[in-house]
């Protein structure tokens, strides 16, 4: 096989050949080669690939020569999209290989028959004219899509009420028993994962996967010989998700909603179903409002002793209790019912289990609150046994990679996360030359990130970067609360003071603020979470990334203090040992937006003084591309100047 991936990535191979634009890159070779040993011993490998590189190319080509069964998994469905209607058909029609392919999502992402007739028989929808009209487009566009994704249908907002009663979740599908089962989407795409050479998922698919078979449920996806994971930075994240509990006023009111139809529609209404799941809405309300001041996201002993909470959520108990009492008398007149006492049961058990935790177990007991509802979580604080149990079942090869895995060139850390003993790994750096095309500017005299003031002296330092960049900048912050103030400063100044069109995130979808960020040309768009990665903007428009603080994760969530605690009880350092590898990895990822293709160019602006006076931020800088370096305002002017 390497001779022949040798002349694919050639200048005469086929990928030259057939793919436009394409040119052959060594590191991009290279990688194809190690991952094609690595798929034909079927060993684990874990490689970072520097922004450039055609990582994607590099793995799709090798399995798709592989001729093995494989499962693609990347970090986001938007992501996953590209890959299997983008990426993976322009290889393989260069190739030329006739290989059977799959896309499957999570059962929500499919439109749900069942309970799109039950929703238009029982008319609870019929108050809300928004809802109306989006059932009646769903009701049109059932009847001729052949994949039932939800994603065709885009004219409807994907957060809109609609989609919860029109899909399906794992609680209150009716599997086998659904008189729709022949014809349900969910099934039809499982059969076609199950016929496919290669599979593309995502992660939190993937992990549903894990959580079900180490849960003794059965598998959701089939058997492969070879996972690849993309984006693979985010997997112990996720992971810690799935292999914990979260009980969600989401799910409580589903249950209530569902439950009052189901009476409607298979007891007849005469059960007094509906009276008890309104009275069960009104107690999730009550414990909404009994959260209090304390902080939106926090540690349960922040609840201990707040009496008015704590008699709220006992009331909700008693409520939930009582509704699913009343169910298990009227369960066996219909699979909805049985479907819904069933549910009832386990959310009762899981909130029964939530309630009596006690501490010492390696997992946190958390809260977390929002607009109208909340969540109340039982986390582990480390996911590397089980992932490494789940991965010992499953004789594999595993293929780790992601343009941000390692920390001053070393993957101890993330190996250490999923538990991954001694996997070969490789390291590939970007072709882009950043000696050139790229300059670091950490700004002087700027207060440390704990001043009161701190955001109003970056936006300061920031403004005079502006004019040199003509806008064309993501100034990205470690919290909504910074932006927010960033926003108010930016937005109350003249437009001689500030020209450029202001875009902040929140105010429309990402995709259309990317959109109109890439239309005009000049904008200055602020961000946070979401858009330090998974963003690819590339050309003049984004000159300049401005990021406001090293990301150290807040010390006050609730996870994060207690994985402290436990790797101190483990004799670990948690600041080295974690703390900083997860912020380097964090900021590698912010400062990837800035050079996305070989002719781009710009500045790369860290304002935290911390990253040139502490001395771990040698850790930082040997973690980011070899870029000059300056703390003169007078040297970005020249650097912007050579490109004018």
Sequence with gaps: MHAKINQIFSKDGKLS?????????????????????????????????????????AYLVPILLSHKKVILSTGTKPLQEQLFFRDLPTVRKALGVPVQTALLKGRANYLCRFRLDNTRQSGFLFNDLASVDHLERVHEWAGRTYSGDIAELSEIPERASIWSQVTSTTDNCLGQHCPDYEECFVVKARREANDADILVINHHLLFADMSLQTGGLGELLPGAEVVVLDEAHQLAEIASNFF??????????????????????????????????????????????????????????????????????????????????????IAERGKTLENCHRRAEELKTQLQFILQFASGDERV?????????????????????????????????????????????????????????????????????????????????????????????VIQAALPVLKLSEGRSFLLFTSYRALQIAEDILSDMSKQDFPWPLLVQGQQPRAELLSQFR????????????????????????????????????????????????LREQGANPFFDYQLPQ????????????????????????CDPRLVEKSYGRTFLDSLPGMPKTRYLDVVKRFFAQFK
């Design 519 to 566: 239309t005009l040309g000049n904008a200055v768009l602020l961000g946070t979470g979401s858009f330090w990665e998974g963003v690819d903007v590339r050309g003049d428009a984004l000159s300049c990334v401005i990021i406001d603080k090293l990301p150290f994760a807040s010390p006050g969530d609730p996870v994060l203090e207690a994985r402290i605690q436990y």
């Design 365 to 457: 007991r958390w809260y977390e609150y929002y607009n109208q509802g909340f969540a109340l979580n039982l986390t582990p604080l480390s996911v590397a046994n089980q992932f490494q149990e789940y991965r010992e079942t499953q004789k594999r090869s595993w293929i780790f990679t992601s343009a941000t895995l390692s920390v001053a060139e070393d993957f101890q850390h993330f190996c250490a996360q999923l538990g991954l003993e001694n996997p070969h790994s490789q390291r590939w750096e970007s072709p882009f030359d950043f000696r050139h095309t790229a300059l670091m500017y950490v700004p002087q005299d700027l207060p440390q990130p704990s001043q009161a003031d701190y955001t109003e002296k």
């Design 583 to 606: 912020a380097v990895i964090a900021l590698k990822q912010g400062a990837g937006r800035l050079i996305r293709d070989v002719s781009d160019r710009g500045l790369l602006m860290i």
């Design 244 to 329: 914990g509990l979260r009980l969600g006023s989401r799910q409580l009111l589903d249950l209530a909603k569902d439950s009052a139809q189901a009476e409607v529609l298979e007891a007849e209404g005469n059960a007094d179903i509906t009276t008890l799941a309104t009275e069960m809405e009104a107690g999730i309300r009550d414990v909404r409002r009994a959260f209090g001041n304390v902080p939106e996201r926090g540690s349960w002993q922040l609840l201990e002793k707040n009496k008015d909470f704590q008699e709220k959520l006992e009331n909700l108990k008693s409520q939930l209790d009582g509704l699913e009492a009343a169910l298990e008398k």
């Design 17 to 57: 050949q057939n793919i436009k634009g394409f040119a052959p890159r060594e590191a991009q070779r290279e990688m194809a080669l190690q991952i094609a040993t690595i798929v034909e011993k079927n060993e684990d490998l874990v490689c970072e690939a520097g922004t450039g590189t055609g990582k994607t190319f």
